[in-house]
């Protein structure tokens, strides 16, 4: 059988970028800003300093440091067994992530083979059945079918089935799956 | 009218990669190869040392150094009037040519935007009408019309449409295109 095929987002969606912007927004400043605090928020507007997520961007080291979204890794792996799972970034805009990007991929997510990993700009030209993704505008190009993964910067879209955490990934793919199965 | 998508790899396709394998053995040995004489050689065998392009492909500024294609600028600056272009690179492989990639490109076609780039392992994963590849191995895996670009290494192959070079790219794009629509 030929196993349906799921791209995964990078930013907000394998990593948690939220938390580098935060921390890297601390180290420069000494303000502590509480996650819960900038939900609803967009990306550009979740620290005071309105030009620092893009100074943030563009810094060297940025991508190569975010920490792994909770349990990523294991919902991964286990979706692997079931699905063909491709790692699909929009990594073209910051030519300086390229590396670093497939650096961490190689450390956090070693299972995944660099045959299935794509960076690109546009997501409307990737072909696999599923698109997990935290930007609406990946998810309106895509021609699959788009699951949003939700994080602070988009928790009042409604437009696209939600995910709400890996735990939700895993329900949607796995759990309510077997569920279908066994009641066939 | 939804124009319709070309997906074009890099490495002997935009850029003449076999000219950088051969001027890299040169600076190597002081032996020259004319480029006739390898006709019909595997790459991995177009220099007398077998493990030399291996070597190359690993040298951190091989990548950024390659020479453009002849013709290739001309020919994708117009096919951008009558087609969305793409550069889709197997590039994953490698991980320290992505950077480099990235940045021959923004020097040899800075009118393709990052949002038409695309770096993969696989290229079944990308989704347009055509893709002008050198490898058959990417041909077989893509799910469009794939076209065999000619360089030393596929001469024998003939389960693809064959274009021998940019001129010829030019003709199948363009020139018969506006036949067809003239005897319409």
């Known amino acids: 059988m030929i196993k349906k095929t799921i791209s995964i987002d990078m930013d907000g969606v394998l990593a948690d970028i939220k938390q580098s912007y935060l921390s890297y927004y601390f180290e420069e400043t000494g303000i502590c800003i509480d ?17 620092a997520i ?12 975010i920490p792994v979204a909770k349990d990523a890794q294991d919902v991964v792996k286990e979706l692997q067994n079931y699905y063909d799972i491709y790692v699909v970034s929009a990594a073209m805009e910051f030519p300086t992530s390229l590396f670093e990007k497939r650096e961490w991929l190689q450390e956090h997510f ?64 796995i759990t309510d799956l077997s569920n279908k199965v066994m009641n066939l």
């Open 35 to 51: 996650e819960n605090d900038i939900i609803g928020q967009r990306e550009a507007d979740c620290v005071p300093d309105k030009t």
């Open 54 to 65: 893009s100074r943030y961007l563009h810094t060297p080291g940025f991508f190569r440091s």
């Open 110 to 173: 070693p299972f995944i083979s660099w045959k299935n990993i794509v960076f690109c700009g546009y997501k409307g030209v990737i072909n696999t059945d599923f698109l997990i993704d935290d930007h609406i505008k990946n998810l309106d190009s895509f021609l699959g079918r788009g699951l949003l993964f939700e994080t602070f910067h988009n928790v009042t879209e409604d437009r696209f089935e939600r995910l709400k955490n890996w735990n939700d990934v895993h329900r949607f793919f």
